[in-house]
């Protein structure tokens, strides 16, 4: 279930499209509420920091996009409550460990999972902080990319595959760049 996640994106769009300050500030607080129910009454065991990768890496959006578009319209206590969400979900990318990370990076899982957490990372401006971590990822991407897709833009998983991995990969290409 990812319905969370996309309401929490959905709302952070609405109040970055938003003209009216105090309609910027309505739908940045209640990002903010979604992101904060998302830990504190879960309907479902997918969170940002525990699961398998392709689930983190979806839920990572719901916090990477409010976090971007909404961080300046919360008090410090509530930027704060999603930053150390966003430490706990970055941490977390770390210890994880799958077999589709493997061989030449060509599986969909590297530009999703790689995709989320380089999103997340620069959403939180933590290049410098995780420089290690965000040249990894960059090479990651770089190497998926190449491999997965090759010169003709084509994969071996299939043209769901690539739509699906895209939706990350997008993401983490516009944020580095």
């Known amino acids: 279930q990812y319905a969370r996640s996309y309401l ?28 904060r129910e998302i830990y504190e009454n879960p309907q479902q065991e997918r969170l940002p920091h525990q699961g398998y990768g392709l689930s983190r890496s979806m839920m990572q959006l719901g916090l990477a996009l409010p976090y971007t578009w909404c961080r300046q319209h919360w008090e410090s206590d509530k930027r704060a409550y999603v930053e150390k969400k966003i430490n706990e979900a970055l941490d977390a990318w770390l210890v994880y460990e799958h077999a589709n990370f493997g061989n030449e990076r060509g599986s969909n899982w590297v530009a999703v999972c790689r995709g989320g957490e380089l999103t997340l990372l620069i959403a939180a401006n933590q290049q410098e902080k995780r420089k290690d971590r965000y040249n990894f990822l960059i090479e990651q991407l770089q190497m998926h990319m190449k491999n997965g897709y090759g010169s003709l ?25």
């Open 8 to 35: 929490a994106q959905e709302t952070a769009f609405l109040s970055l499209m938003s003209i009216e300050k105090k309609e910027q500030v309505k739908y940045a607080d209640h990002a903010f509420e979604i992101i």
């Open 153 to 177: 833009g084509v994969s071996q998983e299939g043209m769901g595959y690539i739509e699906y991995g895209v939706t990350f990969l997008l993401k983490a290409v516009y944020a580095a760049a």
